[in-house]
């Protein structure tokens, strides 16, 4: 999320802090928990699943905040716990992960939607996310939903911050081509 | 939360995406849950780490309360002994072993039983390896039980001194040595081939004759012996004649 040397030594140490002395965890958890939860809300679509992950994501990197070393990556480690919970999560429970948005979650959404966009662009902005590929779709979840910059999806990613960057706005390209389309 | 710059079209797609923050309330009891965690680690394992840990923290008491060489001796009279290339043979005290490998030649063959071992349970002795190339070459080894060719002699007689005969369970042994006998005779029968034999005709009549007696002595090894991995071995002779005659 930040680029800079200066907040990730600031965050270095905030995290040797917090190995230290558990409520220094609580400045961490302030700047990330709704990041996190974002992203298991968008690879969920379910709220109450998001809310239970996010809760398993926050316990499990207290337990494991000892053996994280700080490589100024912290986002990329808790969304990486993130989605082993939810993969687990799925697991136990036999369930394909789900990729559609939610009706109810939309429809919650729906009066900012409308403010912002006309229904029918809206719809065919759905219709092609639901269409996606899972490597597009986790493409927008970590830059939308995480707000990852692009230094921290290539790490999350294990790939150059460039080509993640190319492939993300080939991809906003692509979704763009295929609204005009469908809706030329 | 966020210092990102998201164009216009990313923010419709974030809309259409469904994404909202988490509620304040949700975040506020996460947080107070994360830092003041109620239960330790341990209490956090699934059941059944949990029973495995306990059982296996008991176990570790009992074996130092008792004192591992007690652990260790009663282990070995609830297995067994155990002795390479025979494996572990309960109630040792009974076992004895061959005393050394016995080989016998006749009319032609060579036969070696290169170990055995008899217990209270059951007598072994070693049978060749079923790729042996060297079985049934010349010379086979016929089982008057069964009427056919074998390559086992475990289905030979097993007899003591006095003529009894010890009978084979096919449990993988004869009947058992009696404590007071240590020697007994492994008697197993040959008989040669005949190479123009006319089909449908058994040129393999038996001949009380053809049979080989191999005396075996069984006694006790020492503690701890460590036996080798003896294999029954067959060494068909080469005929006196036939050298006779590649030497003309």
Redesign the interface.
């Known amino acids: 999320m930040f680029d800079n040397a200066y907040e990730k030594a600031d965050e270095a140490k905030q995290i040797q802090r917090a190995q230290k002395e558990i409520h220094q965890f609580a400045v961490l958890y302030d700047r990330y928990v709704q990041q996190v939860y974002r992203f298991l809300l968008a690879r969920t679509a379910n709220v109450a699943e998001a809310e239970d992950l996010t809760s398993q994501t926050f316990l499990s990197a207290i337990e494991r905040l000892q053996t994280y070393r700080p490589t100024g990556h912290f986002l990329s480690w808790l969304l990486s716990i993130a989605r082993n919970k939810q993969i687990d999560h799925y697991r136990k429970h036999q369930r394909q992960i789900v990729l559609e948005l939610d009706e109810n979650i939309a429809e919650n959404q729906q009066d900012l939607v409308n403010n912002l966009i006309q229904k029918e662009h809206r719809d065919a902005l759905k219709r092609i996310l639901s269409e996606l590929p899972e490597k597009d779709r986790e493409l927008l979840n970590l830059r939308l939903a995480a707000r990852m910059s692009f230094t921290e999806m290539g790490v999350y990613l294990h790939k150059n911050e460039d080509g993640v960057k190319k492939a993300y706005y080939r991809l906003l390209e692509r979704i763009k081509a295929r609204v005009e389309g469908n809706l030329g | ?4 710059c ?1 164009d216009a ?14 509620s304040p309330q ?2 506020q009891s ?2 107070r ?3 003041n ?1 109620q239960k330790s ?1 341990y209490w ?1 394992c699934p059941l059944v780490w949990r029973v495995a840990l306990v059982l296996g923290l008991v176990m570790s008491i009992t074996f130092f309360a008792i004192g591992p060489q007690n652990v260790v001796v009663a282990v070995r009279q609830w297995l067994g002994q155990y002795f390479p290339g025979i494996g572990f043979i309960e109630n040792s005290e009974t076992l004895r072993i061959l005393e050394s490998p016995v080989s016998v030649k006749s009319d032609g063959v060579e036969v070696s039983v290169q170990w055995a071992y008899t217990t209270e349970e059951k007598t072994v002795i070693a049978y060749p390896e079923e790729n042996d190339t060297r079985i049934c070459q010349n010379w086979l080894v016929y089982s008057p039980e069964t009427r056919q060719d074998i390559q086992t002699l475990a289905l030979g007689k097993l007899v003591l001194p006095d003529g009894h005969e010890l009978k084979w369970d096919h449990n993988g042994g004869y009947q058992p040595v009696p404590p007071d006998i240590d020697d007994v005779i492994l008697i197993i029968y040959t008989h040669k081939a005949v190479p123009d034999c006319p089909t449908d005709v058994s040129c393999r009549c038996m001949d009380e004759d053809q049979r080989i007696e191999i005396p075996l002595k069984f006694v006790a090894p020492s503690q701890g012996t460590a036996l080798e991995i003896y294999e029954m071995q067959f060494t068909p002779v080469v005929p006196t004649q036939t050298l006779e005659k590649d030497k003309e």
């Open positions: 939360m966020d210092n990102l998201l079209f990313e923010l419709e797609l974030e809309k259409a995406m469904g994404l909202s923050d988490a949700f975040v996460l947080r849950k994360v830092l965690p680690n956090r």
